[in-house]
Nanobody
């Protein structure tokens, strides 16, 4: 019903920057919240940042002042600008959409993207 596709991951040096994008497609009327989670090898999936349809963001403490989340509601797209990257930021980053209202009136709780690898290393 709904697909989320991430892009923008890659290999960067410590202190570098990356910009992730995630576009949701399907018969979507609105998405209440969109966000980014990450999972390091052997670790649990954790929230990085999320943003509501009204533009209110939340960030994990570990990324505050370094990452910026934004979204384009008309395009059902969410972005994550990542600056001052650290090796501990290395993970697979997953896009998430929550409380998706479909064009024909139904709602679904959430959807996940396939993930994009971010590696921070010298």
């Amino acid at each position: 019903q709904v697909q989320l596709v991430e892009s923008g991951g890659g290999l960067v040096q410590p202190g570098g920057s990356l910009r992730l994008s995630c576009a949701a497609s399907g018969s979507i009327f609105s998405i209440a919240a969109m966000g980014w989670y990450r999972q390091a090898p052997g670790g649990q999936r954790e929230l990085v940042a999320r943003i509501t349809i009204g533009g209110n963001p939340d960030y994990a403490d570990s990324v505050k002042e370094r990452f910026t989340i934004s979204r384009d509601n008309a395009k059902n797209t969410v972005y994550l600008q990542m600056n001052s990257l650290k090796p501990l930021d290395t993970a697979v980053y997953y896009c998430n959409a929550r409380d998706i209202r479909l064009s024909w009136g139904a709602t679904i709780g959430g959807a996940w993207g396939q993930g994009t690898q971010v590696t921070v290393s010298s």
